[in-house]
């Protein structure tokens, strides 16, 4: 079964930090483009930052830029996100999901469901 299980997230403070962490099953993800992907109250799906299969470049949006970063644990076929400086406007569902091929985030066929990261006082 391919299946993508999220979790990390909860309540956090302006400026505090956290990791999402999404463990893979049913595939590699080294082999796979992974991102992460977000929705904020009452807003559309953003991409957040992803990673190649491969040699595993990283890339994120400019909203996120200089504070989150993906990785990846092949020994444990585990995705993160580390989110530092964490600001209000962070506050979304954020979903981890598996692209078709190793050099492409588009077509996203696989879904995590979803971690709640709320920032706030």
């Known amino acids: 079964e391919v299946q993508l299980v999220v979790s990390g997230g909860g309540l956090v403070q302006p400026g505090g930090s956290l990791r999402l962490s999404c463990a893979a099953s049913?595939?590699?993800?080294?082999?796979?483009?992974m991102s992460w992907v977000r929705q904020a109250p009452g807003k559309g799906l953003e991409w957040v930052s992803g990673?190649?299969?491969?040699?595993?470049?990283?890339n994120s949006a400019d909203s996120v830029k200089g504070r989150f970063t993906s990785s990846r644990d092949n020994a444990k076929n585990t995705l993160y996100l580390q989110m530092n400086n964490l600001k209000p406007e962070d506050t979304a569902v954020y979903y981890c999901?598996?692209?078709?091929?190793?050099?492409?985030?588009?077509?996203?066929?696989?879904w995590g469901q979803g971690t709640l990261v709320t920032v706030s006082s």
């Open positions: 999901a598996k692209s078709l091929t190793d050099w492409k985030y588009g077509f996203l066929e696989v």
């Open positions: 049913g595939f590699t993800c080294s082999n796979y483009a």
């Open positions: 990673i190649k299969g491969g040699g595993g470049s990283t």
